[in-house]
Each structure stands twice: as structure tokens, then as C-alpha cells.
């Protein structure tokens, strides 16, 4: 069972180690590649991705997230600071090849195809900006300044368009509804 | 318990996701609420980012010499949880993780990223770091920050600082090396970041770091001072330049009798971290 494996990486099994590379490699390599455009530059992300994961399996608490999403996470934290570092510009893809219907992917993981299809619901329910800023800002990582000048918006309203787009899909996919309070 | 947030708050905290906030802005957050980014909307937050980071991920297959090299990394790391010790002669301050806080994995998971690390382990007061006694009112004179939030902040608020990643030198023992260095000229201060050096025998030997300012890695480099690794994992170590250092081209860890050298043989060396052109 894939939603298994952090809790045999926090015991100590190496042999789930290749089962998360099979599993959730995918993912982050993709991740990687889509925000750092750089081979290199991804490959030694995603060895620092993978290195956060090992180190925080036994955090994982399947009550708040899925395995994918927890690994998601961290990933995406890891390449933002990546970015930060970089002199990057906006991508040549158009917003339009973005915001296309994900494919289907035969062989992509099943919770990440699920995953990403209920998300890309919520964010085809947010006003047409929203969804732009937000595209830009996580699968991007642009800074707010950079979809300023990338789009033409003034500051203020990139980051209304952000807050408002994420509290909107986090409300459409229900994350965080339980009354209940993060165990600490 | 979280406190409730008001609208500025999850303002606050929606930015804080996806843009990173200042110091100022942290501030702020913390004094509508302090629990805020141990609360139930920040891991929302986080977790609805991670979520919609997953549309049109293509899933391809990680590349096999990749897959190779991460499985064999893999083996310093899986099942150990301490992620910073100490390095003696810097007062590096080793971080206890509370295994059961979210925000304790969270704030480490993070830690190279925007700014969430730093607001976590010095405002959750749950966090389980040894940043100790948080006064209720917000201090004049800044909390001692462990040297992982002290390099955060740097990367946060020194949007000139340089980066540069480790890669092997010719110390076989370490041709694991992996993490960074991150280096401010306008502050005169870095942190590097570094796994898979291996534990130093103090009475025989230290690292001393090096910092060259001309990429042809010129003979008389700057002295980066002395340090010690005591336990496998992951160190975060101040850099201590005995002298100014202007432009850095690169930096490298050599291999030295205790206490370190004037010049060093470069017989043997631990890392090299040479700084992209497009930075310098």
C-alpha cells in the first residue's frame, strides 16, 4: 500500500525507499522540471526533496493530508527556495497551455491523477485572474513582483487575486474544514 | 488552541504560502494571533498550494542514475530525525524536533523555503526548538535564532545574497557532500549548509573553509575559519570570515591539522561550492 510508505521510511526500511522513489518520483521530478526549467538544477532538487522526505517520514500524519500531497508539500517549499536564488523569468508557456485540462496520463499515480483533477476543479471555480495569479505564484513560483510585471496587474492586486484564489479553493476542496485542532 | 484569525490574518497567512512574508509582516501576524502558523488555516493553506502544485504534473519516471543516487544518499538519512548538530567552535545550537507537532515537521521541512521555518520556531512556543522563554510582549533585543533560522533570515531578507551548491572535492570520504552556501556581501555574513561530511576526529583534524574571490581559484583564498562535525546528518554553520570578503567566486572545505592553517596544500579536499556565473 502506497500510503504506507513514510511509515515504513520512519521505521527504517530501506526497501521503501525505492518504493517511494517508484511511487512519488514521478511527481517530484516533475514538479521540479515545470519550476526550475533546468536539468541540473532539478536533479540536485529533487535529491534535496527526497532528503527532506527521509527526514520528516515520521511526521506524516495521514490524518491531515495524503502521502502525495504531504510529499507535494515539501517539494514545493524545497523549489520555491531554489527560485528565490535564481534569476529566473516568466515561463514561455502560455497561461492559456496552463490552464489546460490535465491529460490523462495512463501510467501517472492514481492519488496524484485524483489529487490534481479535484484541485484543478477548484481552481476552474475561481474568477479567470485568480486563477492566473495563482498558477503563476504555485506552479510557477513567481514572486508577486514578477506576475506584477509579467501581467501588467498592480501589486496590490496580485496579492488580492492570491489570497482571495487560495482561501476560495481551499474552501471548494474542503482542506482544513475539520473543527478539530491541529495536534502539536 | 489557535487563536481565531481575522481576515488580515489569513491575508497574512495566504502570503506567507505563497509569496513569503517580511519581517515586519511577521510581526504582525504574530501579534493578531500567536499561535497563527501553528494553527489549522496554515497547514490548510499549506496543503491546498501543495494540492493545486499537482495539476498537469506529467509524472515522468525519475531518471535512473538519478533514482541510483538518491537511493544511495538515502542510506545517512532514513531513520535518523535529528537534522542540525552541532559545530562547537560557531555555538551552533542543535534543534530538538517534537516529533508529534506538525509545525515542529513542518517548520523543518520548510526550512529552505520562503520564511516559514523562521516564523515557526520562534513564534510556535510549542515548536520544540531551544529558542527558550519567549516573553509575552514582543522583545527589543532579538531572540537568540538557532544558526537554521538565522540563515533563514538572511535568504529572506538579502535578496542579493549568493548561492552555491556543494559538490565533491577529492576527500573520498565525502563524495557524498550535498547542501549550499549562502553568502551576503552587504551583511559580511553566511551559513553553510552541508550533508555527508563525515564526523572529524578533533585531536587529528578539522575542516576549514576557504573563500575564493577569483573564479581561477587563486593561491591565497580568504580564511572561512574552522569547524567540526559531530554527527551524521545535516550542519548549519555560520560562516566566521576573518576578513572582508567581497564577490565570493566560490567557496571550499579543506581538510587541516587542528586549528586550522594559514595556507592551505589543498591536499585534501571535502567540497567545493563554486558560485554560477549569473550570480556573481
Known amino acids: 500500500m502506497s500510503q504506507n510508505i513514510l511509515k515504513r521510511i520512519a521505521n527504517g526500511d530501506q526497501a521503501a525507499v525505492q518504493d517511494c522513489l517508484k511511487t512519488y518520483g514521478g511527481l517530484v521530478w516533475s514538479l521540479a522540471r515545470r519550476m526550475l526549467r533546468n536539468s541540473d538544477d532539478a536533479e540536485d532538487a529533487v535529491q534535496e526533496i527526497f532528503v527532506d522526505v527521509w527526514k520528516n517520514a515520521g511526521r506524516f500524519d495521514e490524518s491531515q493530508s495524503s502521502e502525495t500531497t504531504y510529499i507535494a508539500m515539501i517539494a514545493r517549499r524545497r523549489l520555491i527556495d531554489r527560485i528565490r536564488f535564481t534569476q529566473r523569468r516568466i515561463s514561455a508557456d502560455s497561461i492559456e497551455d496552463m490552464l489546460a485540462e490535465p491529460a490523462r496520463t495512463g501510467d501517472a499515480d492514481m492519488q496524484t491523477l485524483v489529487e490534481g483533477r479535484e484541485a484543478f476543479r477548484a481552481l476552474k471555480g475561481l474568477r479567470p485572474e485568480q486563477q492566473q495569479v495563482l498558477q503563476l505564484s504555485i506552479v510557477q513560483g513567481l514572486s508577486h513582483q514578477e506576475i506584477s510585471d509579467a501581467t501588467g496587474m498592480p501589486l496590490g492586486t496580485v496579492k488580492t487575486h492570491a489570497r482571495r484564489g487560495l482561501m476560495q479553493a481551499r474552501e471548494i476542496m474542503g482542506v482544513g474544514n475539520s473543527s478539530k485542532e491541529v495536534s502539536i | ?280
Open chain 2, 1 to 280: 488552541m489557535s487563536s481565531k484569525l481575522d481576515e488580515r490574518g489569513l491575508e497574512l497567512l495566504c502570503d506567507h504560502t505563497l509569496f513569503g512574508v517580511s519581517d515586519e509582516e511577521l510581526r504582525e501576524l504574530e501579534s493578531l494571533a500567536p499561535d497563527a502558523l501553528s494553527g489549522n488555516d496554515a497547514v490548510a493553506f499549506e496543503f491546498t498550494a501543495a494540492q493545486l502544485s499537482m495539476i498537469n504534473t506529467d509524472n515522468a519516471e525519475l531518471p535512473q542514475h538519478l533514482f541510483d543516487k538518491i537511493v544511495a544518499n538515502s542510506k545517512q538519512h532514513v531513520g535518523v530525525e535529528t537534522n542540525v548538530f552541532t559545530a562547537p567552535r560557531r555555538d551552533v545550537i542543535a534543534e530538538k524536533q517534537n516529533s508529534g507537532a506538525i509545525w515542529g515537521w513542518l517548520g523543518w521541512a520548510v526550512a529552505g523555503a520562503a520564511s516559514i521555518a523562521l516564523a515557526v520556531n520562534i513564534f510556535s512556543p510549542q515548536s520544540g526548538t531551544e529558542v527558550a522563554n519567549l516573553p509575552k510582549d514582543p522583545p527589543v533585543v532579538e531572540q537568540k535564532l538557532t544558526p537554521l533560522q538565522l540563515r533563514q533570515r538572511l535568504i529572506d531578507t538579502e535578496q542579493a545574497a549568493l548561492r552555491a551548491d556543494w559538490s565533491k572535492g577529492t576527500f573520498k570520504d565525502s563524495e557524498g557532500i550535498s547542501g549550499d552556501v549562502v553568502w551576503s556581501d552587504a551583511k559580511q555574513t553566511g551559513y553553510m549548509r552541508i550533508s555527508g561530511l563525515p564526523v572529524n576526529d578533533k585531536a587529528k583534524n578539522q575542516y576549514q573553509l576557504w573563500i575564493f574571490e577569483d573564479s581561477k581559484l587563486e593561491k591565497f583564498p580568504k580564511d572561512g575559519g574552522v569547524f567540526d562535525v559531530d554527527e551524521n546528518g545535516e550542519v548549519i554553520i555560520p560562516i566566521d570570515a576573518k576578513i572582508a570578503v567581497n564577490n565570493p567566486k566560490a567557496f571550499a572545505i579543506t581538510v587541516e591539522k587542528p586549528g586550522g592553517v594559514v595556507v592551505s596544500e589543498r591536499g585534501q579536499i571535502a567540497g567545493l561550492a563554486p558560485v554560477k556565473p549569473s550570480q556573481s
